[in-house]
């Protein structure tokens, strides 16, 4: 069974920034394709940005130009810089490798 371990949410300011890290304990995490959520109170869960086992990266539009995503296959683990926060970012980031296993997810609250 895969488990998978957010980390990094927190409360930011408005402007300000946050790594968010989606650690995965699989073996051959090389060959996973990991994808971050985010759900916010009341909203359906949204992908945000995606990284293939061949490092192709997608984001979406809300997020394109502040969020980064990148992996370390070595230490089986993605990473997520944002920066730029805004309120509208706040939400629960989740992140999903592979096709169904799914992390518990880490808060993210953007205000002043």
């Known amino acids: 069974q895969v488990q998978v371990v957010e980390s990094g949410g927190g409360l930011v300011q408005p402007g300000g920034s946050l790594k968010l890290s989606c650690a995965a304990s699989v073996t051959f995490f090389s060959l996973y394709s990991v994808d971050w959520y985010r759900q916010a109170p009341g909203k359906e869960r949204g992908l945000v940005a995606r990284i293939s086992q061949g490092g192709i990266i997608n984001y979406a539009d809300s997020v394109r130009g502040r969020f980064t995503i990148s992996r370390d296959n070595a230490k089986k683990t993605v990473y997520r810089q944002m920066i730029g926060l805004k309120p509208d970012d706040t939400a629960v980031y989740l992140c999903?490798?592979?096709?169904?296993?799914w992390g518990q997810g880490t808060q993210v609250t953007v205000s002043s």
């Open positions: 999903k490798v592979g096709p169904n296993s």
